[in-house]
């Protein structure tokens, strides 16, 4: 129980900062809004559905990918500044809360902003869903926390860095293959109505399994990248 | 010898220890082959110019950095392990400027373990050192010695029974730093919790502020321990 306070007072510390600042939620949805706008212009959505539904589903990932790499990149520099850092090194609480509460706050700025990039894309390229709409529900939180939980992580190990901007696309693109494909396959599958419920459950399964690797992966490494000189 | 003395009758009787201890970053050696002994329940006051490596020694006692060669303990135990029963107040605040003073010393509240005895709570924490817990501004809008005083707060709700304080009196008007050094004067006084007491280690430039607190003060120069006269 002592685990999960310390979890959420990260969290909460974190949500309100973002709150004072709105640093990280305007930044990223102005990138993702731009990624949108720019690609609908490359065709027209309305002259051509079929193609439309095909790549919206690799458009709206890049855009949140790409939007959440500028504000993952940010997420540990509110620390960095007066020392915060040093003193959260110090306090008799588990690296990993730490961690864990930064990831669970990353994934809550990226939702908000799906959440509103979401109607926006549907006009831009005028998406009517052929498959079971509900499994989004299920595909865009996993496949952001596989996003958010590696980025968070990267981030931290870009910290004492020089060029950490570069390092965390560096790390966190290659390692998010797997999530990629999932994500954009079952996306696409939702979308188009090509693929039937049973291989988009794979592609959903594929990303569960990815995540709870991954998440596992750096709950165990944080302590060890936040102590490393 | 009373060190010698104390831990032969059972009695944990050193707060922290420095075994022929360097620090390099590079070729920059910061710390040079320091070996001192801190007791519990004293005053350590070290002195030293710039870049003295009186702040890296700080830091290793905190755990935050580790000697490149040499062993460092707090409380017989690495400094890593002793997380909670030392604070460390640097140049820096250590707080969000985001946040007012209230919300920060009540994050770092909820971090402490709950065997954590506190000795107060944010709010006397930060009356103790002479600032309204009910002011809205945020850290970043305080002057340097609000912001200082805030650190201070910050350290002590953490009931530590070793501080460790680096330049605690820069940025500080002299009623205020007369101030700080009457209250540090006071914590000492305070129980600590395992039944031992506590413990200060602080560097400052300001020999004369800290001489009413000083058992026992070193100078250093150039990474080493180059006199340590008694107070």
């Given at each position: 129980m002592k685990y999960i306070q310390h979890v959420l007072s990260h969290l909460r510390k974190d949500l309100r900062l973002e709150w004072r600042s709105r640093d990280s939620i305007n930044g990223m949805l102005f990138f993702a809004l731009l990624i949108v706008a720019v690609f609908s212009l490359a065709f027209d959505p309305t002259g051509y559905p079929t193609t439309a539904r095909q790549i919206s589903g690799g458009v709206i990932w890049v855009a949140i990918l790409f939007a959440s790499v500028t504000a993952l990149n940010q997420s540990w520099t509110r620390e960095q500044r007066n020392q915060v850092l040093d003193a959260q090194r110090m306090a008799p609480s588990p690296a990993s809360a730490l961690f864990l509460g930064k990831a669970l706050a990353n994934l809550l700025f990226v939702m908000a902003v799906e959440v509103v990039l979401a109607p926006i894309f549907i006009i831009f390229y005028n998406l009517h869903p052929?498959?079971?709409?509900?499994?989004l529900a299920l595909v865009m939180p996993l496949g952001t926390w596989a996003l958010v939980v590696n980025g968070t992580f990267f981030a931290a190990l870009g910290l004492?860095?020089?060029n950490r901007e570069l390092l965390l696309p560096l790390l966190l693109l290659p390692v998010s293959l797997p999530a990629l494909l999932a994500m954009v396959q079952a996306t696409t599958g939702i979308l188009t109505g090509d693929l039937d419920p049973i291989q988009i459950n794979l592609w959903i399964r594929q990303l569960g399994a990815y995540d709870v690797i991954f998440t596992t992966i750096c709950i165990l490494l944080f302590e060890t990248i936040l102590h490393a000189e | 010898m009373q060190t010698l003395a104390n831990s032969t009758s059972g009695t944990i009787s050193t707060a922290a220890e420095l075994q022929s201890v360097s620090r390099l970053y590079g070729s920059f050696?910061?710390?040079?082959?320091v070996s001192a002994t801190f007791e519990s329940g004293t005053c350590t006051v070290i002195l030293g110019e710039n870049g003295a490596g009186k702040s890296t020694l700080l830091r290793v006692l905190a755990g935050l950095i580790a000697p490149t060669r040499g062993t460092a303990t707090v409380f017989s135990h690495p400094?890593?392990?002793q997380r909670g029963r030392v604070a460390y107040m640097s140049h820096s605040p250590m707080l969000y400027d985001e946040l007012t003073a209230m919300e920060n010393l009540d994050y770092f509240a909820s971090l402490q373990s709950s065997s954590c005895n506190c000795v107060g709570s944010p709010e006397m924490a930060l009356r103790a050192v002479?600032?309204?817990?009910?002011?809205?501004?945020?850290?970043?809008?305080?002057s340097q010695g609000m912001r200082q005083r805030t650190s201070l707060a910050r350290v002590l709700q953490a009931d530590p029974e070793l501080l460790l304080l680096d330049e605690p009196f820069s940025n500080l008007d002299v009623a205020s730093a007369g101030h700080m050094v009457e209250l540090l004067s006071d914590f000492r006084t305070w129980p600590a919790p395992h039944g031992g007491s506590r413990t200060i280690i602080l560097t400052t430039h300001q020999h004369r502020l800290a001489e009413p607190l000083a058992d026992r003060t070193m100078t250093m120069q150039h990474g080493q321990i180059i006199s340590e006269p008694a107070a």
């Open positions: 052929l498959g079971n709409t509900w499994l004492r860095t020089r | 050696a910061a710390l040079r082959n400094p890593q392990q002479g600032l309204d817990p009910k002011l809205s501004r945020p850290v970043g809008q305080y």
